[in-house]
């Protein structure tokens, strides 16, 4: 067995006009972004499942554009996620995995289901929406991890149920939105979003080097001793786990090159 699991460091999405004659050569057409981004990082976020269904062309062609080991991340529907009762999203959640999303293979990364700042944690209801989350769709397995992104989530009862179904919070470094980075899961998930664009690589060196040695420590089975717990009496079983970082800041102008920077920093 490895010691420890991949580290992917990346950003959301691939289309972003600032990027060009930036992140990207002068000299490359549009049609060849993902391509060329694909090379220089491990995985990408899209955001724009979140919005709009695809076509399973598209996601056939996404595959072929990339080379092997690379993963995407898709973020689940909005039309799943935006609802006062998460246990009526069944036919919403249905109608969005079976999309043609699997035509990914074994490209599909998590699937992030992102819920609104005001949605209040609801015990009940949150377990009724995570009975719902497929461990397979059209035999590809699935991975779940949820962002939630208010303060009455930070409750141990909220940590239990994620590890009761095996899914995995987002560990959100945010300035409003609460960080969870208990570890529930066989992976980790982290959305760094506190880049700026007057740095070249989004972060500091020094913070840089923090993170590198997180995701290490996930990647390893440990839990890293300076971020707080939502509940720190868990036992949390010390195996290696697939860590997933994206760097999403305000601007995202220099977010190709943090998480380069990031990447060329883990161990994994």
Known sequence: MSKTGSIRVGIGG?????WRNHFFPSDLKQKDELHYASRQLKVIEVNGTYYSSQ????FAKWAADVPDGFIFS?????????????AEAGESM??????GLTELRDRLGPILWQFAPTKKFDPDDFEAFLKL???????LPLRHVVEVRHDSFKVPEFVALLEKYGVAPVVAEHFDYPMIPDVTSDFVYT?????SDDIRTCYAEADLKAWAERLDLWAAGKVPKDLSLIDDNRKVEEKPRD????IIHE?????????IALQEKVSA
């Open 133 to 139: 989350l497929p461990a397979k769709q059209d035999g």
């Open 243 to 246: 860590v997933f970082a994206f």
């Open 191 to 195: 959305r760094l979003q506190k880049g």
């Open 251 to 259: 601007g995202k102008v220099n977010a190709p090159f943090g998480a």
């Open 14 to 18: 691939w289309t972003f006009e600032p």
């Open 94 to 99: 249905e109608r969005f995995l079976t999309q």
């Open 74 to 86: 898709l973020k689940a529907s909005r039309f799943v996620t935006n609802r006062r009762v998460l």
């Open 55 to 58: 076509k399973p062309e598209t």
